[in-house]
């Protein structure tokens, strides 16, 4: 069923493989035209009309997955879709696996494996500008950046080969500014690429927040200011918040999930001290953390917090009290009022700048893999850089620069395997 479960005006039963053919013509009676809708009775084997609706019918390989494609648009309720499924299954079908359509169809070639991860984002994207990004990648955005880049790795491979297999040309490689401007140039690419796709991850994935501080500095405050909402219970009583509270907000089409955390401080309460725990364990996985502190009091910070190595903006809050500029400061502190709203813009414009967010519309979309993958290959390209200071290296200079082409290709899945077909497939939607 390609439709979300539920009653629905519309249902769909979408099927892929060679026996479509066959089960059309079972169930609407004969095989309908390719790539035209035709108003049909669904039968089941004994002929007895189970729904009716439209027929799509698709020919190898001009399909989706590049295999014969049926797809059956009847009503959508759940008892008419599942005798619609039970027929189609008797005469041959079996259920598909999560991802499967899209699956068959990076195995046919009909996309590559970045473009197949892409459909899935754009199914889950949660803003309009991660749905867009995802649109661009689908469209094969990534994987034209990819294979320029692996382009430019295989003509560097392919020209420090050609010295090595003429040794007389070796030493001349060595102060060749044309080999030194193709490096320059592909370190360019790879580090753009890297640039870009980082940030199509923040579309993609989004990133988590954790507001850390002292009890009563105003970190529920600023959850629901941050997030327009009640979420947080807020009083004068130090410690109100014992638990962790999270919210779901987008700052210009970026997803954020922002945390709100525990105060800390000594204390021998116990409930007080699980929910301590809970808030250091937050601020040691998070993306960005915010550090609510008082303005009336700025120095106040609990000992743990008070050398955080990871992302950090300092926030000053409460400055309705002591009448300090709002605004950011610096790069890494901001004075708001969680009370008024003051300076709260600026805080999301400096969370944007702290993890490395810009709105631009050329964005893709992206995953961690891949910026695994492209971490990985340039770290390969940045050795075998300097091996081609040395003459005695250029071999392993070709060597590293194969390795960096395999790794970008990962990313569009030429090279890999299937454990890591199963784990991508495996998230996706039974039906797509």
Do not use: W
């Amino acid at each position: 069923m390609a439709t979300a479960p539920g009653r629905g005006g519309i249902g769909i039963v979408r099927i892929s493989g060679s026996l479509v053919p066959a089960i059309a013509t079972t169930i609407t009676g004969s095989l309908p035209s390719p790539r035209y809708a035709s108003f049909e009775s669904f039968k089941d084997a004994n002929n007895s009309v189970l729904d009716e609706g439209l027929a799509l019918y698709f020919k190898a390989p001009d399909s989706f997955t590049g295999e014969h494609v049926l797809e059956l648009h009847g009503h959508g309720g759940p008892v008419v879709l599942d005798m619609v499924i039970a027929t189609v299954l008797k005469l041959g079908a079996r259920m598909a696996r999560p991802g499967e359509f899209s699956e068959r169809a990076f195995l046919n070639g009909k996309i590559d494996l970045s473009q197949a991860e892409a459909v899935a984002d754009l199914i889950a994207a949660t803003t309009e500008a991660a749905a867009k990004s995802a649109t661009r990648s689908l469209q094969g955005v990534l994987s034209q950046h990819v294979d320029t880049c692996a382009q430019h790795l295989i003509e560097l491979r392919a020209y420090i080969e050609a010295a090595i297999d003429f040794p007389d040309d070796e030493l001349d490689l060595l102060n060749d500014v044309q080999l030194r401007t193709r490096l320059d140039d592909t370190k360019k690419a790879l580090a753009n690429l890297l640039t870009q796709a980082n940030r199509g991850v923040l579309l993609t994935e989004g990133c988590t927040v954790v507001l850390a501080g002292a009890p009563n500095a105003g970190k529920s405050s600023l959850l629901n200011l941050l997030s327009g909402t009640d979420s947080a219970l807020i009083t004068h009583i130090p410690g109100t918040t014992r638990d962790i509270i999270k919210e779901s907000i987008q700052i210009d089409g970026m997803p954020l999930q922002i945390l709100d955390t525990a105060g800390i401080r000594p204390t021998n309460d116990l409930v007080e001290t699980l929910g301590k725990e809970r808030a250091l364990a937050a601020t040691a996985k998070a993306d960005l953390v915010l550090l609510i502190v008082d303005s009336q009091n700025p120095t106040a910070i609990p000992e743990p917090l008070d050398n955080l190595s990871g992302p950090m903006l300092y926030v000053n809050n409460k400055i309705d009290l002591t009448n300090i500029a709002a605004g950011q400061i610096d790069a890494r502190t901001v004075n708001v009022s969680a009370k008024t709203g003051l300076g709260v813009q600026a805080l999301r414009q400096a969370i944007k700048h702290a993890v490395g967010f810009v709105s631009e519309h050329s964005t893709f979309s992206a995953r961690r893999r891949h910026v695994a993958a492209l971490e990985i290959a340039q770290q390969h390209f940045t050795q075998a850089e300097q091996c081609t200071q040395d003459v005695m290296a250029l071999e392993l200079a070709a060597e590293e620069l194969r390795l960096a082409h395999h790794y970008m290709q990962t990313i569009t899945g030429v090279f890999t395997t299937e454990d890591l077909l199963g784990e991508i497939f495996s998230t996706f939607c039974i039906g797509k």
